[in-house]
């Protein structure tokens, strides 16, 4: 069994350029020493494979920091600066062989587009060329030049919804293993083209699942290909050089990974049009829900107000169109809003009330006059039962439960938060076997959380969660479809663990 020492750690955020809020300190959950590598040996995130692999193999894991927040706006500068800071001074006073760490990979603030490239350039700096940095990133991750150029280890989750992050938590530690007994000289080849995915972007099926299932071909064909890694980037993020990225993982120095890149981008590229959703609008979803009563509950996607996308959580289009519909379904919906969560909360459990409720933050939305009766009051904690972030503690901050129309459910909550999980609805006395319908503010994983509880349905929907060509003013980025791209360069170079890394 090795012996050794792995530092670990987690800064993990997925950082809308375009939400009215900067996500600030107050909105993550960090943990620091022996808490955090109890909390990681119990969870379901890629900092959890890290933990637990690393244990297996007989290394100890030295904890630095975690930090986890919900997808939101830009990261508070000074905050982030802070936590960098603080992980690059544990990297400078401990004593260890090799660093893992689990990035979001789509993380910025309002100064920096790349902070994880800004991060992992100066972790770089502080250890030397020589110490081997592991990184375990979603695969949303906008994947840059400086990120690439300071690690030795790139992997994704491979799966949308993401059934498989501690599985590449494990794929790190195993690599970096690997390269600490001599058995891996690991090389980076990538490629990248200018595009997002404006459709079809689970990996179960379609365009996507084809391109995997390639993938998985190409490193079963050729024994010095460890790991390929295929990046679809966050739509909301606004930087230089985004597009889908094809990452190789070589064991030394390989032309064939070079085209194995180059095949799977130039893919991506003549499959462009293939990458589109065929999603029914709400008022089709709620009489589909009126007619089959047998597949009830309906978990509905709300697109365009996705938290788990960045959106602020503020939508009240779906509570709107469920009170016009002729059927009286019953259903739970989300809404973040702490100006009316706190009137509620002084009015008290049992007080009817009118309330001008959600609509204050995303751009374009307005309040929605409802009244109801306040059947609900919490501090909005909960713990994610799983499988996606199982075990994470989240957060809807001062939570009210207003009942409207005696059917609808109306949780009023504080903080946008994770929705995908049914814990943040049973954590509010919501009963949800008992609705017809529950909206999550969540476009995949919930499905993996919901499955077996509910029948999911993803819908049409206004806000800045779902990808709308022209919607967004970018400041720096340019892809298909936003932009006119008639015949892309496909942008490939290397990145070796020697002093004699190298860039384009």
């Known amino acids: 069994m090795a012996e050794g020492r ?23 959950e960090i943990r620091r020493g022996e808490d955090l590598l109890a909390h990681a040996r119990q969870s379901g995130t890629t900092l959890g494979g890290i933990v637990n692999r690393a244990e297996e193999l007989g290394y100890e894991p030295i904890p630095t920091v975690s930090a986890v927040a919900p997808p939101g706006g830009l990261v508070d500068h000074d905050f982030y600066s802070h936590m960098r800071d603080t992980l690059i001074a544990q990297a400078r006073q401990e004593r260890y062989e ?31 060329p020589y110490v081997p940095i592991g990184v375990g990133l979603d695969l949303h991750a906008h994947v840059t030049p400086a990120m690439l150029r300071s690690v030795d280890i790139c992997i994704a989750c491979k799966e949308n919804p993401h ?43 379609g365009p996507l699942a084809e391109l995997h299932a390639r993938a998985r071909a190409h490193a079963s064909a050729h024994s010095e290909i460890r790991d390929i ?11 230089t050089d985004m597009g889908q990225a094809v990452v190789v993982l070589t064991n030394g120095s390989s032309k064939r990974a070079k085209a194995v890149a180059s095949d799977l981008a130039q893919l991506f590229w003549a499959w462009r049009n293939r990458f589109r959703d065929d999603l029914p609008a709400i008022d089709g979803a709620l009489d589909l829900i009126a007619r089959d009563r047998d597949r009830r509950p309906y978990i509905l996607a ?3 107000d996705r938290v788990l996308a960045g959106a602020p959580g503020d939508s009240t289009f779906i509570i709107e169109r469920a009170l ?8 739970a919906i989300p809404v973040t809003d702490p100006v ?26 307005v309040p929605l006059r409802v009244s109801g009766v306040v059947a609900g009051l919490s501090d909005g904690r909960f713990v994610i039962n799983g499988p996606f972030g199982a075990g994470e503690g989240s957060s809807l901050g001062h939570t009210a439960v207003l009942l409207v129309d005696d059917r609808l459910s109306i949780m009023l909550t504080s903080k946008p938060d994770f929705t995908h999980d049914p814990a943040a609805f049973t954590s509010q006395g919501v009963d949800v076997a008992a609705q017809d319908f529950v909206v999550v503010k969540s476009g995949y994983h919930f499905k993996l959380n919901f499955a ?32 006119e791209i008639s015949e892309p360069q496909i942008r490939s170079f290397v990145c070796g663990r020697s002093s004699k890394r190298r860039l384009p």
């Open 6 to 28: 792995i530092l670990v750690g987690r800064f993990f955020h997925e950082s809308h350029s375009f939400s009215p809020q900067i996500t600030s300190r107050d909105r993550f």
């Open 98 to 128: 090799a660093i893992a760490l689990e990035l979001h990979g789509a993380m910025a603030t309002a100064e920096l587009s790349d902070a994880e490239g800004d991060l992992l350039t100066r972790l770089r700096e502080t250890v030397g």
């Open 163 to 205: 059934s498989d992050v501690v599985l590449c938590g494990e794929r790190v530690v195993e690599c970096l293993a690997d390269v600490l007994d001599g058995k891996l000289e690991p090389v980076l080849t990538v490629a990248k083209v200018p595009m997002i995915l404006p459709g079809a972007a689970e990996t179960t099926s």
């Open 229 to 239: 890694s295929l990046f679809n980037v966050y739509p909301h993020a606004d930087d």
């Open 302 to 304: 709300d697109m365009g």
């Open 324 to 331: 016009a519909h002729g059927d009286r379904l019953r259903g």
């Open 340 to 365: 009316s969560a706190e009137a509620a909360a002084k009015a008290g459990i049992g007080a009817h009330v009118t309330l001008d409720i959600g609509g204050r933050m995303t751009p374009g939305f």
């Open 452 to 483: 077996g509880i509910g029948t999911p349905l993803s819908v049409v929907s206004p806000g800045i969660g779902y990808y709308t060509r022209g919607l967004l003013q970018r400041q720096k980025a340019r892809f298909w479809p936003e932009h």
